[in-house]
């Protein structure tokens, strides 16, 4: 399985931007797809995961992150709005095929390579 995280940059507060993550090797029927991210010197956080169709949110984005996929592109895309400075990070998606605590790095066997997302005036 191989995953290609795009979309990254720099926005200002308020905000908006788009992030795809191609997914190859595997189609998503058969996975969890989970988006993480990192600020420096911080802990890997959870954002959002899509599993069986539904979308999971962690606290600091629900209602203003949303998820989705294009199965005839193999992307899963993570709509952010409303951007804030502490949304700063890199963004990671990761995916697994086996069962486990989905809001934890650790189940994820994949991992993309990341981008940069910068919310700054």
């Known amino acids: 399985v191989q995953l290609q995280a795009s979309g990254g940059g720099l926005v200002q507060p308020g905000g908006s931007l788009r992030l795809s993550c191609a997914v190859s090797?595997?189609?998503?029927?058969?996975?969890?797809i989970g988006w993480f991210r990192q600020a420096p010197g911080k802990e890997r956080e959870f954002v959002s995961a899509?599993?069986?169709?539904?979308?999971y949110f962690g606290n600091s984005v629900n209602g203003r992150f949303t998820i989705s996929r294009d199965n005839a592109k193999n992307t899963v895309y993570l709509r952010m709005t409303s951007l804030r400075p502490e949304d700063t990070a890199v963004y990671y998606c990761?995916?697994?095929?086996?069962?486990?605590?989905?809001?934890?790095?650790?189940?994820?066997?994949?991992w993309g390579q990341g981008t940069q997302v910068t919310v700054s005036s």
């Open positions: 990761a995916t697994t095929a086996s069962l486990g605590n989905y809001y934890s790095w650790r189940t994820y066997e994949y």
């Open positions: 090797g595997f189609s998503l029927d058969d996975l969890a």
């Open positions: 899509l599993i069986r169709g539904a979308g």
